[in-house]
């Protein structure tokens, strides 16, 4: 019998290296000698075959990569049938000597391929067990004890993240966890990015913490959506399904809650609030995964293929030197930056630059009279609330206003809204020529007992001056900044406030957003942990985010540079990354971010190629692939 090395690299995204896990276990159970390498293929050894899923274990920088005799004496596991014709675990998967699969859809294109291909049956895994309902002085273990009420572990993609902002207004009263790796037509997630998605021991603590994982949003193979509601089912987590999911051995109505995809939310919050009935459902699941099929089998066909491929490929030959980490990662960096950077188009780069010019000169300031005592571009209180000099607050909620006199008293309802109760409302008016102000003052006199106080300066002076003015007046420690256009839901500041309490040396924290269009759900955003090498590829968090009021002004707040108009937020990511300072995902929906045509963006969107090249000039080490350093947190009484 050969030794098996499951190769589960580090970076890996998928399924399949759930299901390689879990058939590693199985394996082993089943008197195999097996390693398991999370550091790419080893060096080639005799009587050796190698289990890999083909989407996780190629192209990891810094990881050896197999040379073709190790993919003759190979076993490829996929979990589901190819995306599309160049999916590359596909492409990977045709060169090994043999694969394992439980989508039959992918047998068939294997098989087809010249592939030795077993087609096999998912089951409860030795790897899943450690939950026991009767663990809690000897009777059933209740719902209560978990701290995440609703989890989802979905695919990111277009119609899973418009279902998704589509829940935020009722899942907002929630702990939730809203994860999931990025889709990508034609690839899998960068290689050299930490998984987006809870795997292994990590993925089973996140499904044993939780009530109940919603299944069967629409973008999911079968394969998966059985994988995933097994391990949840066999960690004791209730489900909730949508229509047409195959979840054999797990049957609708009795073991699982069935539900519409657009109505997943409805369900699983009625479940919360009836906990017998989700104590029912969740024991009638671990009921029947214990007493249904098992993995075993499909180690044995594992098992069975590897001996194949051993005696079919004889003996090892030395392989040659893969090419080094630099040179992967590299091409992938050259890749990523010929789809983010195109040459720039001469009538869009003309079109921005007019526009900019327009917003030069609005915020150009005139000659002043004898008369003024102040600099136009000063900042001077006009207005506070009765409730403002007496306050202490923690958090201190900035938002910059220019004009949208039509949307900001909805902003500014949300922050009143708020659960937490330290806090503050800083706003400051950017010289606007509508009748913004004036809707802040009626909002401030309404609202006397919220600390209020409103700023304005006669000369236009953009979004990073006005942001850094508020966080030098800012007195609470935290600073939230909203944008006059989006909203809060009422839980948003305290569950931000709690994840930064949690990890002193996270800078800030931020968490998923529902996009919308005139209130119609549009997507998600902000929806990846942090990971500096990902700002590579393009800003994926938002402005609305909470940030450690020292962090921001030890950085030197947010640039006033108007080639980088509209990417404020996006340079102070980039700087924060610099100096090793991190952020945080809170993987809720707790924030709604408004799309409108008069967005500043539409004006950055002309042409990006200017801003590119001034922010890879700025932070080499961060968008151009040097080490970054790392930034230890200081001790809670020092400054950041």
């Given at each position: ?34 390693e398991v390498s999370t550091a790419g293929f080893p060096g ?428 030098r007046v800012a007195r609470g420690e935290l600073l939230f ?160």
């Amino acid at each position: 019998m050969p030794r098996l090395v499951f190769v589960n690299a580090a970076g890996a995204l998928s399924d399949a290296g759930e299901l390689l896990l879990a058939l590693a276990a199985e394996a082993r159970e089943l008197g195999a000698e097996v390693e398991v390498s999370t550091a790419g293929f080893p060096g080639p050894q005799e009587d050796e075959v190698y289990v890999f899923a083909p989407g996780d274990a190629f192209g990891v920088p810094g990881q050896p990569q197999p040379s073709s005799a190790q993919l003759r004496r190979s076993v490829a596991v996929c979990e589901a049938a190819p995306a599309g014709p160049l999916d590359s675990a596909y492409l990977h998967a045709r060169r090994a000597g043999a694969a394992l699969t439980p989508d039959p859809t992918g047998a068939a294109l294997l098989r087809r391929r010249g592939v030795p291909t077993a087609e096999i049956k998912l089951g409860l895994s030795v790897a899943w067990n450690g939950w026991d309902p009767a663990s809690v002085n000897g009777a059933p273990a209740g719902p209560e004890e978990r701290p995440v009420e609703v989890a989802c572990i979905a695919v990111r993609g277009v119609e899973n993240d418009r279902l998704l902002a589509s829940f935020a207004p009722t899942l907002w009263r929630r702990r939730s966890c809203l994860l999931g790796p990025p889709r990508r037509a034609g690839a899998t997630s960068a290689p050299d990015h930490p998984p987006a998605l809870p795997r292994g021991r990590e993925r089973l603590e996140l499904l044993r913490g939780s009530k109940l994982l919603l299944i069967g949003l629409g973008e999911e193979s079968p394969p998966v959506e059985r994988l995933r509601a097994l391990q949840a089912a066999a960690s004791g987590a209730a489900l909730a399904a949508g229509h047409g999911c195959e979840l054999d051995p797990l049957l609708p109505g009795a073991h699982l809650a069935p539900a519409e995809p657009r109505n997943l939310a409805f369900v699983a919050d009625r479940l919360l609030r009836e906990p017998e009935r989700l104590l029912a459902l969740r024991d009638a699941a671990f009921e029947a995964v214990q007493g249904g099929p098992r993995l075993r089998p499909g180690a044995e066909r594992l098992l069975e293929l590897a001996e194949r491929v051993a005696a079919s490929q004889g003996r090892l030959r030395p392989r040659a030197l893969a090419a080094s980490a630099q040179d992967a990662l590299s091409a992938a960096r050259n890749r990523a930056r010929r789809r983010l950077a195109p040459p720039p188009n001469p009538a869009r780069v003309e079109q921005k630059r007019r526009a900019l010019e327009g917003i030069a000169d609005r915020r150009a300031v005139s000659v002043r009279s004898p008369d003024d005592t102040l600099d136009p571009r000063h900042a001077a209180v006009l207005a506070k609330t009765p409730s403002y000099s007496s306050a202490e607050p923690r958090i201190s909620v900035c938002v910059p206003l220019y004009e949208h006199a039509d949307v900001l008293a909805r902003a500014l309802e949300s922050v009143a809204g708020s659960e937490h109760p330290a806090t503050e409302l800083l706003i400051l008016d950017d010289a606007s020529r509508g009748p913004s102000v004036a809707v802040a003052r009626s909002f401030l006199e309404a609202h006397p007992w919220l600390p209020a106080l409103l700023l304005g300066r006669r000369v236009n002076q953009g979004l990073g001056r006005g942001r850094t003015d508020m966080a030098r007046v800012a007195r609470g420690e935290l600073l939230f900044m909203l944008d006059a256009d989006n909203e809060l839901y009422p839980t948003a500041l305290g569950r931000l406030a709690g994840a930064l309490d949690g990890d002193p040396g996270a800078a800030f924290a931020y968490s998923l957003i529902e996009a919308h269009t005139g209130g119609r759900p549009r997507g998600l955003l902000s929806g990846l942990p942090w990971d500096p090498r990902r700002l590579r590829e393009g800003n994926y968090i938002d402005a609305m985010a909470m940030v450690r009021r020292s962090a921001l002004l030890t950085a030197g707040g947010y640039t006033e540079d108007l080639r980088l108009h509209g990417w404020e937020d996006f340079d102070l990511w980039c700087r924060f990354a610099a100096r090793g300072m991190r952020g945080l995902l809170v993987p809720e929906i707790l924030c709604r971010y408004s799309f409108g045509e008069e967005s500043m963006i539409s004006v950055t969107n002309l042409d990006s190629s200017e801003a590119w090249d001034l922010l890879r000039r700025r932070y080499p080490g961060v968008l151009g692939g040097a080490p970054l350093p790392e930034w230890p947190p200081p001790p809670p009484d020092q400054p950041l």
